[in-house]
């Protein structure tokens, strides 16, 4: 169900055409994050009110009451064309070193470690 579906193989689509007719409601379900998918891809912020009430109303209840609760940041990020993801990159790699020398250096250690100068 959460595979390409121009890409499955004759048999996944066979299982796909029996999950339909025994589950519809898992057939609107697989097409909601599609469509959540191609809406942040082609920055269409006008969709978003109906995909809300349309996941509401599914299994993904619980990810469009998030979506509501973060409104303006979901549409923002929509719309806006720069993202946190290197920031965020850099605070992971941070994080992961911290761990990783948790009670065996101080901050001189760290920092050289994370500039690169050892």
Sequence with gaps: ??????????????????????????????????????MIRVRKPDLLDGWIAAAGESGLASFASGITADYAAVRAAIIEPWSTGQVEGQITKLKLVKRQMYGRAKLDLLRARLVGDV
């Design 1 to 38: 169900m959460t595979i390409r579906r121009d890409s499955a193989s004759a048999e996944a689509a066979l299982l796909t055409v029996q999950v339909a007719a025994a589950a519809p409601a898992l057939i609107v379900d697989r097409d909601l994050p599609d469509r959540f998918h191609a």
